[in-house]
């Protein structure tokens, strides 16, 4: 299937649409609360990994965000995997969720009520290996031509949860 446009055409369409975007206010689009972007924040990244749903401690890092006074959150919410429930065909879970669980939505809730402002992560290059099977075009390949395995895997993890890198652009 050919692309309408190439990167280049879009970088400069994304571009100019942004800069439009700021000349005029977009309809839709509620601006921040007064002040939101000027604060002094202290921002922490909370990034899961496939395994740590069922095992990660969810007291110990509310406590060490109230030691560090910690005004925001970036926590992982998947990508190619999911950390919360998901019934999206083809978006896999993380190899320790199980049913009930929802590792993500709970530390979004604990943090809120801490205050904390919170940003969900999402790792897009990831995929599992029933969509690239579905969708060869997006996988990334070494130059032998066979599917690489994504570099977050590490050999603890099952191979029936497995991920394979995906191609982020195809221009």
């Not at 190439?6 to 649409?17: F, Y």
């Not at 190899?95 to 669980?101: D, I, K, N, Q, Y």
């Not at 070494?142 to 590490?154: C, E, L, P, W, Y």
Request: one cysteine or more.
């Amino acid at each position: 299937m050919a692309m309408p446009f190439n990167r280049r055409e879009t970088l400069i369409l994304g571009g100019g649409a942004m800069l439009a975007g700021l000349a005029t206010p977009a309809a839709g689009f509620a601006a921040p609360h007064a002040g939101w972007p000027d604060e002094p924040m202290r921002w922490f990244q909370l990034a899961f990994t496939e395994d740590d749903p069922g095992r990660y401690d969810q007291a110990f890092w509310i406590d060490y965000f109230k030691q560090i006074h910690a005004q925001g959150v970036c926590l992982s919410a998947g990508g190619g995997i999911a950390f919360y429930p998901t019934r999206v065909p083809g978006h896999g879970k993380a190899s320790g969720l199980a049913p009930g669980m929802d590792p993500f939505g709970d530390m979004v809730k604990a943090c809120k009520a801490l205050g904390l402002r919170v940003l969900a992560r999402i790792d897009p290059q990831a995929m599992i290996p029933e969509v690239a099977k579905a969708h060869p075009e997006w996988a990334l390949r070494s130059r032998d031509g066979t599917i690489r395995r994504h570099g977050s895997i590490s050999e603890r993890v099952s191979s029936n949860t497995s991920l394979i890198a995906a191609q982020i652009s195809s221009c």
